[in-house]
């Protein structure tokens, strides 16, 4: 997962997964046919009908094949065969074609605090 999240330019955190995976309803890895993991994504939930997507990454040599938006859609597949009604996600502004278009998600209002941020 380190050189997964190191090879999109990202940040990696040891023990990071350790710590989400216990939140987790599932996850969808990708990997070449030797093992190499090239693309995951995280869905976590609130243990009902509400699955919420996040952490979706591709290796970055492996980007622009497919593999995002693959992942999505067996996510939402198999949330769905979990019982959940909702599948969320927020993104920032620039992967609006990605989620919208490519993986099949309808726009809603949504609201958001950044909790530092309060007084
Ligand atoms: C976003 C991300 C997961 C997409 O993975 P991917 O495997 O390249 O996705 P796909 O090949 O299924 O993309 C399908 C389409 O979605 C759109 N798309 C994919 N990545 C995009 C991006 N970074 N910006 C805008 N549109 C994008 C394109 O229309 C693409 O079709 P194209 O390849 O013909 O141009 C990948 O770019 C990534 O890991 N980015 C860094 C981490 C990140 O920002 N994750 C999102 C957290 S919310």
Known sequence: MVDLVQSHGGRPALGWWDQIRPHSLGWVTARTSDGLVVGFVNVAWDGADHAFLIDTKTRGAHQHHGIG???????????????????????????????????????????????PSLG
């Open 69 to 115: 938006s693959a992942m999505v859609r067996r996510a939402a597949e198999q949330a769905k065969a979990a019982g959940c009604e909702w599948l969320h996600v927020d993104f920032s502004p620039e992967l609006a074609s990605f989620y919208f278009e490519a993986c099949g998600f309808g726009p809603t209002d949504a609201g958001l605090i950044h909790l």
